[in-house]
Structure formats: structure tokens, C-alpha cells
């Protein structure tokens, strides 16, 4: 880890360093630790959002971080055919091949640095499996699925998909060229990321060599999440330390701070990090398995909707 590097980080385009005299650093407002567990199938996950306020995450749901883990050959496992209404999936793959269908007769292959965005919005049946030879040799397997809430307005739009390559994603590195920052969604400092969204929010995977430090600018009318995928440090001036599996939700101001420590574990050389940001929605939000609606009722037409073959039917020859 990660799949999408440079060998330069001089030749990137760098964003700002954030000026101390006339910005605001983001102060963090707590510190959680994400619970394992299992998914679909088996595979291991931890709940990055798990014991924060949904008024917090507004306006993400839900993000699982999918391993790390090195399958044995024959481990590899999946997700069954299930359904999805009311928000959008965001599935970055870092290392490893997941292949999707659905019943709209889409499906592709995820793999190494790739994204696929894909909005349930009125609703979709939908299976996420590691290939066939990936189940025969083992090999290891990381990324996240993160949920973006829809609005009420755009909770039943025509269920779409983006499909961002590794070589779509914005490269960027910090002020000083030590930190490679991949821009998925958003605009950073003047930097747009490919991906298109219906409540604007900002997604980045940002490796720190040990030793590194982060001073980002950030959206002010977007909220602050860091999260870890590997390796330790510390967060803000106030150096509170956060390590793998923790999220941090930060308060108000326009720049983050976060610092590598000087000596990373073995099993990462660097500390990696997904930042996500975005303009709350502010709209009740009931949620219950794999729907995310505005009110009790909504949940329970969309359950109606799903047993009554509504939500789309398995394509004939499946998997």
C-alpha cells in the first residue's frame, strides 16, 4: 500500500501551505476507535463511523475500511445480491480486485487506485465479489466503502455510476513536496478532483512519510473527518496521537494539521490517511440496513418496494 504513487512528488502540483496569521486551524473535536468486524460474506472490516453522531458525519452514513488483509488461496470472499435506496457508495480500492454487477446490467472491475461511484438513488440491486482467479491465488485486499447521503430532493433520482480509474484521480503533493495528496472528489486550494457529486464534499488519500507533516487547507463550509488506514502520528498544534483504525472529527476553521510519526510501524513505511469533508445536509435521517431515507415511512416503502421486485430483478446468468 498505497496502489497509485509517483516516483517525484516534485513534479506534482502543490497546494497551498495555509497562512498562520489570517486562518483558522481545525481543532479536533474527538477521537474514536473503529470496531472490527465481519461483512457480506466474511470479510473482515472495521467501522470507521461507529460511536460518532450522525450530526457529526453529515453528510456521510457509513464507511467500512475492507481488510488489510493477505488472503490465502481460496479466502478471497465478497457480498450476496443486495439492495441499496436513497445515497450513494463510494468503493476505493488501494490494493487489491473487486469485480460489481447489478440489475441494471452494469458491473466492472475495481482494482489498485480505482473508485466507483454509484448512486442507488431510487434503488438497485447490486453484488461485489473478488474475481475468480483472486479467489484461486489469495493475494491481499484493502480499500473503503464509504456512504454519501442524498438530500430529499435527489433521494429517487435514476441510479447512476462514475467509474474513476487510478489515472483519473488529481495528484498533488503538499507545500513542501513531502506528502502525496490523491484528490477523488472536490476542490482543493483550486484543484478539482473527477468526481461528481450531488452535495459537494471533499475525499482525499494522503500519504506522510515518517516524519511529515500535513498543514492542508480546507473547506470552511465543510466539515472535517481524518481517518487512518495505516500507521500513527498526531493531530493538530496540540499533537493529540491517532493511530490505524481512528477517526477524528475536527471543529470549525479553514486548514487541518496532521504529523507522521518519526518511526512508522513494520507493516506500513508511511501514514496513510483518507480526509473527508462535506457541506451537511441537515435533514432528518433514517437509516436502517441498506437504505437511507428521510423518515420511518420512507424505510418501510423501500422494504415493500425491494420484496415486491421493484428495485430491479437478478440478471439471468449472474453470478
Known sequence: MPAVTVDNLLVLPRVSRPD????????VRS???APQ??????????????GVSTSELDPFVHMDQMGEVSYAPGEPKGTPWHPHRGFETVTYMIDGTFCHQDSTGGGGMITDGDTQWMTAGAGILHIEAPPEELVVSGGLFHGI????????RDKFVPPRYQDIGSKKVALLSSHDGAVLLRLVAGDLDGHAGPGATYTPITLVHASLPAGARLELPWPREQNALVYVLAGSGTLGSSQLPIDAGQLAV???GDHLVVSAAGRQPSSSASMELLLLGG???????????????NTEAELR????????GRLGTIPSGAV
Open 20 to 27: 498562520a496569521s489570517s486562518s483558522h486551524e481545525r481543532p
Open 31 to 33: 477521537i474514536t476507535t
Open 37 to 50: 468486524g465481519l461483512e457480506g460474506e466474511g470479510f473482515p472490516v472495521r467501522r470507521a463511523f461507529a
Open 145 to 152: 466503502q464509504l456512504w454519501v447521503n442524498l438530500p430529499a
Open 250 to 252: 475536527l471543529g470549525a
Open 279 to 293: 457541506v451537511p445536509i441537515g435533514e432528518p435521517v433514517a437509516h436502517y440496513g441498506p437504505f437511507v431515507m
Open 301 to 308: 416503502q423501500a422494504f415493500e418496494d425491494y420484496r415486491a
